[in-house]
Nanobody, 123 residues
Framework: QVQLVESGGRLVQGGDSLRLSCTAS????????MAWFRQAPGKERDFVAR????????DYADSVEGRFTISRDNAKNTLYLQMNSLKAEDTAKYYC????????????????WGPGTQVTVSS
């Protein structure tokens, strides 16, 4: 199994940039497809971005394409999400997730989750 812990979330202004990190422990992170999801109050947990084991496959939600960049450093067992041009609608709790297979871009496809980190964007 792998344990995940996110960090980097905070209150920012619209237009600012922020980088989230997710540190994995236990089983080697390179064994997993890694992803970011987010959940706003009263809403479902939505896919944000994912990256395959060696970074060959990268996908983004339409809402963040061109503004967010997902990356991973397998030597450090760390996943990143660089978020630029942040908008009020990006406000949510951001979760790091891991899966052994490159399945659908839905939360049900991921077996392991971190506790989340809050990102709040003021307009």
């Amino acid at each position: 199994q792998v344990q995940l812990v996110e960090s980097g979330g905070r209150l920012v202004q619209g237009g600012d940039s922020l980088r989230l990190s997710c540190t994995a422990s236990g089983r080697t992170a390179s064994d997993y497809v890694m992803a970011w999801f987010r959940q706003a109050p009263g809403k479902e947990r939505d896919f944000v971005a994912r990256i395959s084991w060696a970074g060959v496959t990268i996908d983004y939600a339409d809402s963040v394409e061109g503004r967010f960049t997902i990356s991973r450093d397998n030597a450090k067992n760390t996943l990143y999400l660089q978020m630029n041009s942040l908008k009020a609608e990006d406000t949510a709790k951001y979760y790091c997730a891991a899966a052994l297979r490159l399945g659908d871009k839905v939360s049900q496809a991921y077996n392991y989750w971190g506790p989340g980190t809050q990102v709040t964007v003021s307009s």
